[in-house]
Structures are given as C-alpha cells and as structure tokens.
C-alpha cells in the first residue's frame, strides 16, 4: 500500500477522533515521509532523533507520548528500543 493512501486511511479516521492533535498528524506524516525514504518498507527502523527532525517535534518526551498514543489508538504499531544503539520499529496497517 502506498504512503498516499495510508494517509488517505489515516486522515479519514481521526476527522471525527478528537484525541488525534497536530503533533500527531505531524509525527504520523514524517513517518511517511521516512518510509518514503526507506523505499517503502514495512516495518521502518528509525531513532526518535530521525523522526522528531522531520516531524519538527523538538521534545523526546513529547515525542515518545505521541508515538504511544498512536500505538494505542491503533493507527500504527510501536515497538521502541531501550538501547540507544537500535533502531525502534515502526509498523503500518497495510493491506
């Protein structure tokens, strides 16, 4: 599936989800734009550091709140590392 129409999926969803703010809609488009860069792949494998840069999101803390709301709220899948050293990963619902 491509980025366009994930983001179709994801823009019809949370028009009525008033838990979705704009740091999220941020956060989910630089996702995009990272697979995008990573040829499409699925899951991506990225630090909070490369995210947060695209998503202009300047706070970690933020950052990682956001990322487990979407998580929750099952727009994405999010499995974070502990180890500064790895890469989390980051799974989008395709069909």
Do not use: W
């Amino acid at each position: 599936m491509d980025s366009i129409k994930i983001a179709t999926i994801f823009f019809q969803a949370i028009e009525n989800d008033f838990r979705i703010g704009t740091t999220h809609i941020a956060i989910f488009a630089a996702l995009l734009q990272f697979r995008a860069t990573k040829d499409f792949i699925n899951p991506i494998q990225a630090y909070s550091l490369e995210i947060q840069n695209i998503a202009k999101v300047v706070s970690p803390k933020t950052y990682h709140k956001c990322m487990k709301e979407l998580d929750s709220y099952g727009y994405i899948v999010y499995v974070p590392t502990k180890n500064k050293n790895k890469r989390s990963s980051i799974y989008f619902h395709v069909e």
